[in-house]
């Protein structure tokens, strides 16, 4: 087949006329036909053969000079490249993995979503609309470290809020703890051994892992912190004011004790303080790293949790200890957290927006868990023992009947109804039902249609 | 002084009573004035004492309990607890750290950011907009992978602008180059050995560092790529094409035999995309993964240049040899990037937003590079020679004083003007100089400022 038929017939399919020219030569070139060191056609002859312009001849060979697969030699012309390789494999498609879906839920008590009611959408959208129109500051990349501005906002608010004892200069702010985990990491000159008290967070464990740490783990009834001493732990995970799902907090005798052993190992204490700003019974417990006055304790928070989960803003404080390491090396890590998002979160801080938000986001869910508890015991009698937990998120459902808790599990899950569950010491089983996730409107139904499926009772029409 | 009489002293800042009335006796406790073990006053005597209601005193004890500054004994009352550890130190502030503040620039010709008038933000304002109104997608963790919808996008995007052979299974999402490059390391078991070439992305050479990576740099003029086989690299970092700051191009004759190579010795080659939409002479150059197949090649892009610096949004495509590894733990990393910024990326794409952005974009950049280079020209005549870069995003000034580099950069910075320099093989040094962070209307005054620093002429009036 001629050039020029080769040409028509290939080129069928659109685009900017000079690329099909470059994809003809690109194939004959790849495939052989025009081998290596052969000489293309000069410009004006391509030009008439093609039946295209001298300009469109000139762009094609020019992206061919530029890609490698033509050589262009001064007063002479274009030739073909030397490719050792045949790239016969271009285009092949890998063959997509399935994900298997989830069936869908009728009940979610399991997860850790925020509740539509709690959230005031219009005005969170007027604070980001409000910072997109910073056009300048959005157009360079921010501050490794945080958005100034934010990080001094944070400050004031964690010292009013959770008594964290701080400057700005010590607050780095990332996209979700796992990221300033990674921070940390880089901070750290020894990564021998990691504690975990109560198994706390299991993402942080994995980039833990990740670095190089080998991970240990501590239980609060179990373990006493001397053996943080005795294992040689450099780094304790814990979160001591949301101990376990039901919310229990460390004693300040245990704390101070803690702190005196953390001293003398020379351990790092990361206080990941989550979920602490809801209590059910009392007020929010001051934080570990306020009362150590920030020097072996590193604080982390999340606004996930606070605000929305989709929203990737969380923030660490440094001890005193790590800020020359932070200073020196902490300028390679860049910013995670989206800027607008930083922008709009300060002004919303400074506006106590935030506080406002919380302040609302605890009597909703104080009373919803309330609610829920009651419509458990209802529905249960006395075939199960219902109580709201301390830190209010979640209810607690203990059955008397000695099944297993993951059989419990597995009948309610066939039911559509996802929760999460605890075995007991004395081997009866208990549900922890978050009730978040789930409109207190369907509380009744959702509560019989678990007894149904538990305890066998036909469930009612 | 009385009880009442130092609680009223105490109590003047404000704040909810029963909070007032557990701060005293907590600072009792933690000072000893209360030593372990003492009885404090029953509920309604403390009520008489401080005039207050009991159901405030109540409130206080049970913060006091909860927090285990003191034990409840039911029918008897409560009691100071032991705290072996006087909290002497809480709420000393560290000192803050000073961070020296650059001087304000009156050119930025060094800096990587975005040309304000290349981005419409109304546009862009209104997708972020429509996706706040998401509420229940923001209620909710989003996949670790990142959304699937914009997964998808992206899938497409990428096939038809950058050759790209993938399915939406295979992207993975994240804020930012340095947070994929974590998840990266969790997958690859050996983690002996890491290549750059070409010094690309320090960024990305301290992720793999604190991961437990060695480095080893090679460059493109003195080494071959059978350096790879010999010296074990696993994992080789490259920008194929855009090789340095002057944006050249890995011919594909050298891709080839880079493939096969990396094929051989089992090594992953990270193709970083950087900037690759942007060329000035000719056509983007496809992707490396794309000629590959996506067998040992992961592809990674981000949105930050093609968008908007402050978007942290950034893809890499796994190649099939990794997925196996991403599906066992991919799911423990949880997803950096903004939800709401990823869906209004989504229908940004969708809706063609992404591909004409970077056409008006490429075009800016190119007319703003020709103007720079006009103007240099210019305010240097015979003292200098200029020209436009292969990418379009820098134009070269090549000095023919014979000073070095660092000289001609620090004369520049002191007359308020940022430059990036390179020093040529010839004795003779160049700038090259971003022109998109300067408004073109500047540049004729920037370059005869620059002229003025470096040549020593008085700036003309």
Same mark, same amino acid.
């Given at each position: 087949?001629?050039?020029?038929?080769?040409?028509?017939?290939?080129?069928?399919?659109?685009?900017?006329?000079?690329?099909?020219?470059?994809?003809?030569?690109?194939?004959?070139?790849?495939?052989?036909?025009?081998?290596?060191?052969?000489?293309?056609?000069?410009?004006?002859?391509?030009?008439?053969?093609?039946?295209?312009?001298?300009?469109?001849?000139?762009?094609?060979?020019?992206?061919?000079?530029?890609?490698?697969?033509?050589?262009?030699?001064?007063?002479?012309?274009?030739?073909?490249?030397?490719?050792?390789?045949?790239?016969?494999?271009?285009?092949?498609?890998?063959?997509?993995?399935?994900?298997?879906?989830?069936?869908?839920?009728?009940?979610?008590?399991?997860?850790?979503?925020?509740?539509?009611?709690?959230?005031?959408?219009?005005?969170?959208?007027?604070?980001?609309?409000?910072?997109?129109?910073?056009?300048?500051?959005?157009?360079?990349?921010?501050?490794?470290?945080?958005?100034?501005?934010?990080?001094?906002?944070?400050?004031?608010?964690?010292?009013?809020?959770?008594?964290?004892?701080?400057?700005?200069?010590?607050?780095?702010?990332?996209?979700?703890?796992?990221?300033?985990?990674?921070?940390?990491?880089?901070?750290?000159?020894?990564?021998?051994?990691?504690?975990?008290?109560?198994?706390?967070?299991?993402?942080?464990?994995?980039?833990?892992?990740?670095?190089?740490?080998?991970?240990?783990?501590?239980?609060?009834?179990?373990?006493?912190?001397?053996?943080?001493? @005795?294992?040689?732990?450099?780094?304790?995970?814990?979160?001591?004011?949301?101990?376990?799902?039901?919310?229990?907090?460390?004693?300040?005798?245990?704390?101070?004790?803690?702190?005196?052993?953390?001293?003398?190992?020379?351990?790092?204490?990361?206080?990941?303080?989550?979920?602490?700003?809801? @209590?059910?019974?009392?007020?929010?417990?001051?934080?570990?790293?306020?009362?150590?006055?920030?020097?072996?304790?590193?604080?982390?928070?999340?606004?996930?949790?606070?605000?929305?989960?989709?929203?990737?803003?969380?923030?660490?404080?440094?001890?005193?200890?790590?800020?020359?390491?932070?200073?020196?090396?902490?300028?390679?890590?860049?910013?995670?957290?989206?800027?607008?998002?930083?922008?709009?979160?300060?002004?919303?801080?400074?506006?106590?927006?935030?506080?406002?938000?919380?302040?609302?986001?605890?009597?909703?869910?104080?009373?919803?868990?309330?609610?829920?508890?009651?419509?458990?015991?209802?529905?249960?009698?006395?075939?199960?023992?219902?109580?709201?937990?301390?830190?209010?998120?979640?209810?607690?459902?203990?059955?008397?009947?000695?099944?297993?808790?993951?059989?419990?599990?597995?009948?309610?899950?066939?039911?559509?109804?996802?929760?999460?569950?605890?075995?007991?010491?004395?081997?009866?089983?208990?549900?922890?039902?978050?009730?978040?996730?789930?409109?207190?409107?369907?509380?009744?139904?959702?509560?019989?249609?678990?007894?149904?499926?538990?305890?066998?009772?036909?469930?009612?029409?």
């Amino acid at each position: 087949m001629k050039n020029k038929d080769l040409f028509r017939q290939e080129s069928g399919s659109g685009g900017p006329l000079y690329l099909r020219v470059y994809s003809h030569y690109k194939d004959l070139i790849s495939s052989g036909q025009l081998p290596a060191g052969a000489r293309l056609p000069s410009i004006r002859r391509c030009a008439q053969e093609l039946e295209v312009s001298r300009t469109t001849v000139e762009a094609a060979y020019a992206q061919l000079a530029a890609e490698g697969y033509a050589v262009a030699r001064p007063q002479s012309g274009f030739y073909a490249a030397r490719l050792d390789y045949n790239p016969e494999n271009a285009g092949l498609l890998p063959k997509p993995h399935s994900i298997p879906k989830k069936p869908p839920l009728r009940f979610d008590f399991a997860s850790a979503s925020v509740d539509a009611e709690s959230f005031d959408f219009a005005l969170w959208r007027r604070y980001i609309k409000s910072a997109l129109r910073a056009d300048q500051r959005l157009l360079s990349y921010g501050e490794p470290q945080g958005e100034p501005d934010l990080r001094a906002a944070i400050c004031g608010y964690v010292a009013q809020s959770r008594n964290v004892v701080c400057s700005p200069e010590q607050i780095v702010i990332g996209a979700g703890v796992q990221s300033l985990l990674h921070i940390l990491c880089a901070l750290l000159g020894n990564r021998s051994s990691a504690g975990f008290w109560n198994n706390s967070f299991a993402q942080g464990q994995a980039v833990l892992e990740d670095h190089g740490f080998s991970i240990r783990h501590y239980r609060q009834a179990a373990d006493d912190f001397s053996a943080l001493e @005795r294992d040689g732990v450099r780094l304790l995970y814990l979160s001591p004011s949301h101990m376990d799902a039901m919310g229990s907090v460390m004693p300040v005798s245990q704390r101070l004790r803690l702190l005196e052993v953390a001293r003398r190992a020379g351990c790092l204490v990361v206080e990941d303080d989550y979920d602490s700003e809801f @209590r059910y019974f009392t007020h929010p417990v001051p934080s570990l790293q306020g009362l150590d006055g920030g020097r072996s304790v590193l604080y982390m928070a999340t606004f996930s949790k606070l605000l929305l989960p989709s929203l990737r803003l969380s923030f660490m404080v440094l001890p005193s200890s790590l800020m020359d390491a932070y200073k020196q090396r902490g300028g390679l890590y860049n910013q995670t957290a989206s800027k607008a998002e930083q922008i709009a979160l300060c002004q919303f801080i400074r506006d106590g927006h935030l506080a406002a938000q919380i302040r609302k986001a605890r009597k909703l869910y104080m009373g919803k868990s309330r609610a829920l508890c009651e419509a458990a015991g209802l529905a249960f009698g006395p075939q199960a023992q219902a109580e709201v937990c301390a830190s209010g998120l979640m209810v607690r459902l203990t059955l008397s009947g000695g099944e297993p808790a993951l059989a419990l599990q597995q009948k309610a899950q066939q039911a559509g109804i996802a929760v999460r569950v605890e075995s007991a010491g004395d081997g009866n089983a208990s549900l922890l039902l978050a009730s978040t996730g789930v409109p207190a409107d369907s509380f009744r139904e959702a509560m019989r249609a678990l007894q149904a499926a538990i305890c066998g009772t036909p469930e009612a029409p």
